[in-house]
């Protein structure tokens, strides 16, 4: 048996996720790679992720691993995978790694890019990969609040997550820079509930655009206010599962 871990690329746009519950969509980045795999190794094989990525939202690199019996070699598994795969979903390494490794059990953190345009003309051909903010958000304000949210805190309602398991989480760090025409969010954690970095963006950003106060995030861990709405998909990138 041998486990095969792959880092992939791929723009979400047209997919439904990571992953969707048993009966629901067919169309995830998941299924996609596992018809390639069947079709490769006829087995049916179980993947593990490193980040289940949400609806619309991309990778610069995903995390994965399987197991097979089949003996291509990892070079050999990533050239037939480009040759199968949509070309909105690339492999970009393929490497065999010890039996106990778990593209999901063994990440340490897994970082967050958001990409927030701000030129004075949306780019006709970036529109796909950021959002289009017509007003800049005040960065200082952001970084300010930012603070608030670095730590171990419950980050219940900064998710919408349905399931009774522990909602505590600790963000190790959150940056907020700009070129003058993008800006960046990056958030990095252990790992994070569902569209939880959505929603601590959308927060952020209503803060930065003065819809909010930079003081609604405590209120919002306590319970007293909501979190705001998550943030457009189309600007949110995995960059990175660290091991």
């Known amino acids: 048996m041998h486990n095969i871990k792959l880092v992939l690329e791929y723009d979400g746009s047209r997919y439904q996720g990571w992953q969707r519950a048993k009966g629901e969509s067919t169309n995830t980045i998941s ?31 995903q995390t994965v691993n399987f197991k097979t019996t089949s003996d291509m070699r990892p070079h ?67 970084q300010q609040a930012a603070l608030l949210l670095i730590g171990r805190h419950d980050f219940k309602n900064f998710s919408t997550v349905k399931k009774s398991k522990s909602t505590e ?9 700009s070129d003058g025409d993008e800006i960046q969010i990056s958030l990095k954690a252990k790992d994070f509930l569902h569209n939880m970095p959505r929603m601590i963006i959308g927060t952020l950003l209503d803060i930065g655009l003065n819809k909010r106060k930079k003081d609604c995030i405590e209120a919002i861990f306590a319970g007293k206010e909501s979190a705001s709405a998550p943030c457009d998909p189309k600007g949110l990138f995995l960059q990175e599962v660290e091991y």
Request: charge should be negative; hydrophobic fraction near 45%; proline fraction near 4%.
């Open 76 to 142: 050999e598994i990533l050239q037939y995978m480009n040759r199968y795969l949509p070309m909105d979903i690339a492999v970009l390494s393929a490497e065999e790694m010890p039996e106990r490794f778990h593209a999901s059990l063994n990440a340490k953190s897994r970082t967050y890019i958001y990409r927030i345009a701000i030129g004075t003309v949306p780019s006709v051909f970036d529109r796909k990969y950021t959002y289009y903010a017509f007003k800049a958000p005040d960065i200082a304000v952001m």
């Open 169 to 177: 989480k600790e963000l190790y760090d959150i940056e907020i820079y």
């Open 31 to 61: 299924n996609k790679l596992l018809e390639v795999i069947h079709k490769m190794t006829a087995e049916d094989v179980e993947l593990f992720c490193g980040a289940r990525t949400e609806v619309g939202v991309h990778a610069y690199a």
